[in-house]
């Protein structure tokens, strides 16, 4: 796999209980994201204010919709779409298929809501 110099990439905090798995990391290289694992943050309680303590993120990367509008206002936030819900009561098992980006920081330039599969 031929890769884009990191000087281009956009660092995206991951916020999660768990390490990005290959799947999501070969995604989000695609598009030229870096994913930087942060560790796990209470959904209903995150600031911009935490994740810029963190460290200089281009965007993030969450599970829960809580903390997606919590910090929508600062960053651009990606999501990943996961394949093969189990049934209810089996034991959790997916792997990403896509990442889906959102924007609502105004610019000068056009939003965009990008979709980015394998």
């Given at each position: 796999m031929k890769h884009k110099s990191r000087f281009n990439y956009f660092k995206f905090a991951f916020i999660s209980r768990h390490t990005p798995t290959s799947e999501q990391i070969e995604i989000a290289d695609k598009k030229g994201i870096e994913l930087?694992?942060?560790?796990?943050?209470?959904?209903?309680?995150?600031?911009?204010?935490?994740?810029?303590?963190?460290?200089?993120?281009?965007?993030?990367?969450?599970?829960?919709?809580?903390?997606?509008?919590?910090?929508?206002s600062?960053?651009?936030?990606?999501?990943f779409e996961n394949a093969i819900r189990p049934a209810e009561g089996d034991r959790p098992t997916f792997?990403?298929?896509?990442?889906?980006?959102?924007?609502?920081?105004?610019?000068?330039e056009l939003i965009t809501i990008e979709t980015i599969t394998e």
């Open positions: 930087i694992p942060i560790g796990d943050r209470d959904a209903f309680t995150v600031t911009p204010g935490d994740i810029s303590k963190a460290g200089g993120f281009d965007g993030v990367v969450v599970v829960h919709p809580a903390a997606a509008l919590s910090l929508a600062e960053y651009t936030i990606g999501v792997y990403a298929k896509a990442l889906h980006l959102y924007s609502m920081i105004l610019t000068y």
